[in-house]
């Protein structure tokens, strides 16, 4: 696999996927999902806002996620298959306990401030339930835990048509789906806006957010992860020189000659899965100091309750 040969350049090409086989964590992903959740905290802090680092590496920490998503998923379902076990009820108990429980957790600590403090706060059941089932427009950057939550729904189908139809067409149909959602944002928002139960206004900037968490414009990135899964690991090398050469070819692109602020969003979304790949041949070097890979790799495995943190105080 791609991922295998970025973590461990010094196999041989055709060795069997060890880590694979006894299902292990992969350090390089936990330590970019470190790395994507410190930009997360950047993002929030601004310290290189109009800097070009902001533009074209730290505001991508989300899709850089959702790559990520992509492949520790494939990597889950196919460890879980292999050992007999049945992948679709295991996949909807495990993401529902390792993710809605923290959630749960959070929101036990944010209602009491929130009605007791916040005087826009949302009062009734109704809000309350649709904040245990997922749908939070009202807190911060909750948008983000709603994304996840349809993602994790939608990823069984998406194996399916990866399997039917082939990766090549499933990346495809997946980037037109996702370069027309971003050319037609604007058609998108409405369509959600439309469905969407009401509250989002409440939270101002935010609201774009709960209007863009259209779950398709993110099959792209989820496919991509999939398919980063299940390449011949001979490929890496090869992929990670085609993701440079891409990367370069679209940041001048974006630079010099597209201007329209929805063809800039639909170009840097391309750019998100050749920098994911980058990221993951470079993020290794960090081994070479214990304590930055030990930090990294702790905030790459509990990057979701430090989201959540975040989201609480945010």
Known sequence: M???RIADPESPPHSPPRAAARGERRPEIDWLKGLAILFVLMIHARPLEDHPIHEFLIN???????VLFGATSELWWRSRAAHGDAPVGAWYRSRSWRLMVPVWGMLLVWWPFALTFDAKAPHGLQPMLATIAGYMPWIGTGWFVTMILQLVICFPLLRIAVDRLGIVLMLFLSLTMMVLSHLYALVVISWVHAIAPEGPSATGFYAFYYYWIFAPQHFFLVVCGIALARAPRHHALRSIAAA???AAGIVV???????DVFAAAAFHAVLDVPLTIVLLAIVPAVGLWTPAALALAWCGTTSWGIYLGQ???H
């Open 311 to 313: 989201m609480l105080v």
């Open 253 to 259: 692109l974006r630079a010099g000659l597209i201007h």
């Open 244 to 246: 440079v050469v891409l």
């Open 2 to 4: 791609v991922i295998d």
């Open 60 to 66: 991508r920490a989300v899709p850089i996620f959702i």
